[in-house]
């Protein structure tokens, strides 16, 4: 049998990983070669890896992470306020599988986005699809998006995502329009999809910091149940480094 041919032959099918392990055994002395079941076992594994691979490459890139942060290099401390074993239960994941909400808490430089986006990394190799905004970003994309008729399509768009992270929280005062969207993203993914929030505000201000009542309770009693508080302290990571 031709092997060039049975290469092209699994390029042609799109069976890249199979592929370059099968030229990989070929390049192998001939008394070193597996026999023909240990081969077909070892291409299928390579496949399988490739295309786990290609999947998780495929929603890092579309989760728009603001850092390439990995959980190994979050900095756990009492100074902190954070322990490795809390950390190593939200990168169990179960969070995300019980649709429960991230509310992340500390001042400027403290290392809330970070700790946000290496949340948001994990969720992406568990083969969850995630996607960061940043509150600005949030508030434009859905402004835009009412101006050009988008809105029920971002909505949507943002209902298939597993994961969502609101980065900085606080920062600028929301609309009507984005209080009641900002709800409905609440009430849509509720005990489905989980949204990570970082703010420098205290969890205790958001009430105020929302300014209408009705509004606030309900957005607050759908992010708030069941979720993970996390208050990082200590000075500032920048001025650290």
């Known amino acids: ?38 081969i077909v076992a070892l291409m299928c594994q390579a496949e399988q890896e490739y295309r786990s691979d290609k999947q998780t490459q495929r929603l890092l890139k579309a989760g728009k992470l603001r850092y390439r942060a ?16 809390t950390l190593l239960q939200l990168a169990e994941g179960h969070y995300l599988e019980k649709g429960q909400n991230i509310l992340i808490h500390g001042q400027t430089g403290t290392g809330k986005s970070f700790l946000a986006c290496a949340l948001g990394r994990s969720a992406c190799l568990m083969g969850y699809k995630t996607l960061y905004l940043s509150m600005n970003k949030f508030l434009e994309t859905l402004a835009q998006s009412r101006i050009d008729g988008t809105y029920l399509k971002l ?48 969890f205790e201000h958001f009430y105020a910091f929302l300014d209408q009542p009705t509004v606030a309770e309900a957005i607050l009693d759908r992010l708030s149940a069941a979720a993970h508080k996390l208050e990082l302290q200590g000075q500032s990571l920048r001025k650290r480094k």
């Not at 990995?70 to 074993?85: A, D, M, Y």
């Not at 969502?164 to 509720?190: C, H, M, N, V």
Request: charged share 25%; hydrophobic share 35%.
């Open 155 to 202: 909505i949507k768009q943002l209902a298939a995502k597993k994961l969502i992270i609101l980065d900085d929280f606080g920062l600028k005062p929301l609309s009507g329009d984005a209080k009641l969207t900002l709800l409905d993203l609440l009430e849509d993914r509720y005990g489905d999809g989980s949204v990570i929030i970082t703010s420098q505000l205290p």
């Open 1 to 38: 049998m031709n092997t060039e041919t049975t290469l092209q032959q699994l390029h042609g099918l799109r069976l890249t990983g199979m592929a370059k392990r099968y030229e990989t055994l070929l390049s192998l002395p001939t008394h070193q070669q597996e026999d023909a079941h240990t």
């Open 70 to 85: 990995n959980l190994e290099e979050v900095i756990c401390s009492p100074e902190r306020g954070l322990t490795k074993e």
